[in-house]
């Protein structure tokens, strides 16, 4: 098969092996550090609110705009990873949390900090999707899923470092201490890839460049969205991010340490036994819900809406309880079950994947992005406002899960059928042009291959032409790189 473009493209998935793991590595790793930053508030909320002396909702101001931004960002950075690469991409990310991770440091108001938080955010939203498309230019498409995961499992490792690391530390040496040593870890995973990192092994490139011109680029955009998102499985994998990923991220973030103290009186390092607790939990799911969707994509759906239904259970459980707090036993429950969060957001991207050729994975990844960063933007916003509202009444707060999870239930139901009719379609239309069939030998005597009905049949001698036929393939078959 010759993809589209000028240059002809080879035929089979990438290679993989050890240089491609040594290349993602270096992107996992700036990943994994973008995490730290990101979730570095979440560990010094409660240190927060008394530096820049503010309530909840101001301090739910922290990670909303930081969040904020990184969905805003989700499809400019998806165009520009499509247009310009993974490494010029991840570079400019990694330049910018660090800088935002300085200046959070170093901030004297509460003004300031909210601007080096937004800047965090910014270089934290060129990272995830940069790393995802090193996984499906490096290694055979069959190995997507366990990819993604992996590279989650590698975020949620920045987390653990956020909660064993850079709590203690903060509470020792001090909040500019303490943020500013971290911002030097941007500065050592930038090292390796300014030096090393290499968007594609050679003779796997881009399938197609962006068209170049006087208004080739608004077309070029307008053509990637328009197309990534009338695709039901991009659809469909935004809305899994967006129901599955929450929970999660809202407790991580923000307001689970604040919940643990105030709300259950636990103490400060009891509570953040039990955030690594989550941590350790989506980092073990991981590994499982990989495994279990690259072997079997008919689990997509039952893990994620499974992962919805428990995480729904537990959060009643643990807000209904009778008396002022629940039992250890409930909440390390609730902990475990909140672990499979993020392995479960990670399946919307394997609905997005086979939905869209190769050129547009970036795009296409960053709609499915912002699910789960619009769900966790809203919910940290409104768990605020509540708290302020009903005087820290954490049981009316945390209601606000079960009103998004609803929604997203909803929205993935609908969308399954188209989705799943569409991908299964492309499926048996790749596998008929991969493996074609002989053409039939009538009875008069053999025509030539790959002719059309009607065309000159002549008996003359010459070469037979491909059977392969020449036509356009669906957009499945250049996302995916192999069977």
């Known amino acids: 098969m010759t993809a589209q473009g000028s240059a002809p493209q080879p035929v089979g998935d990438p290679p993989g092996g050890g240089r491609a793991v040594a290349v993602w590595s270096i992107g996992v790793a700036v990943y994994f550090v973008a995490v730290i930053f990101r979730t570095s508030l979440g560990v010094a909320g409660l240190d927060a609110a008394d530096r820049f002396h503010v309530n909840a909702s101001a301090l739910a101001a922290f990670s909303l705009l930081q969040l904020l931004v990184y969905a805003g960002m989700q499809i400019p950075v998806g165009l520009m990873v499509d247009r310009l690469g993974t490494k010029k991409v991840l570079t400019l990310g990694a330049v910018l949390f660090t800088v935002g991770q300085l200046g959070f440091a170093l901030s004297p108001s509460y003004g300031m900090a909210l601007a080096a938080r ?53 509470h020792g040496v001090g ?235 909803s929205q993935i139901l609908r969308l399954r059928r188209p989705a799943l009719a569409r991908e299964a379609a492309r499926e048996v239309a790749r596998h008929r042009i991969t493996n074609p069939a002989p053409a039939p030998v009538p009875a008069g005597g053999a025509v030539r291959g790959g002719a059309e009905p009607g065309a000159d049949r002549g008996a003359g001698p010459g070469p037979e032409p491909d059977r392969v036929p020449r036509a356009r393939p669906l957009p499945d078959i250049a996302g995916r790189e192999g069977p």
């Open 118 to 170: 937004a800047l965090l955010g910014c270089g934290d939203a060129m990272t995830f999707i940069s790393v995802l498309r090193l996984g499906t230019r490096w290694f055979p498409a069959r190995r997507g899923p366990l990819m993604a995961q992996l590279a989650g499992l590698v975020g949620m490792a920045g987390n653990l470092v956020s909660t064993l690391v850079l709590a203690p530390v903060l």
């Open 175 to 409: 909040w500019t201490a303490a943020f500013a040593g971290s911002a030097v870890a941007g500065l050592v995973v930038l090292v390796p890839l300014v030096l090393f990192l290499r968007d594609h092994p050679e003779g796997h490139g881009p399938a197609r460049a962006a068209p170049k011109g006087p208004g080739a680029s608004g077309g070029f955009v307008r053509r990637q969205i328009r197309e990534s998102w009338s695709e039901p499985g991009t659809r469909l994998g935004l809305w899994v991010h967006f129901t599955t990923q929450f929970p999660a991220m809202v407790f991580l973030l923000l307001w689970g340490m604040p919940f643990l103290v105030e709300a259950q009186g636990l103490s400060r390092t009891t509570a953040g036994g039990l955030l690594t607790l989550v941590v350790a939990s989506n980092m073990a799911l991981g590994l499982v819900y990989g495994q279990i969707v690259g072997r079997r994509q008919s689990a997509r759906i039952p893990l994620a809406l499974g992962t919805v239904g428990l995480t729904a259970l537990l959060w009643a459980a643990v807000l209904a309880y009778p008396g002022d707090r629940a039992p250890m036993g409930l909440l390390i429950a609730l902990c475990l079950v909140l672990g499979g969060c993020g392995p479960a957001s990670m399946i919307g991207f394997d609905f997005a994947r086979p939905a869209n050729p190769a050129e547009r994975q970036g795009t296409a990844s960053g709609i499915t992005n912002m699910g789960g960063f619009i769900a966790s933007m809203t919910t940290l916003l409104t768990v605020g406002v509540l708290l302020d509202a009903t005087g820290d009444d954490y049981r009316i707060a945390f209601s606000t899960v079960f009103v998004l999870e609803a929604l997203g239930v």
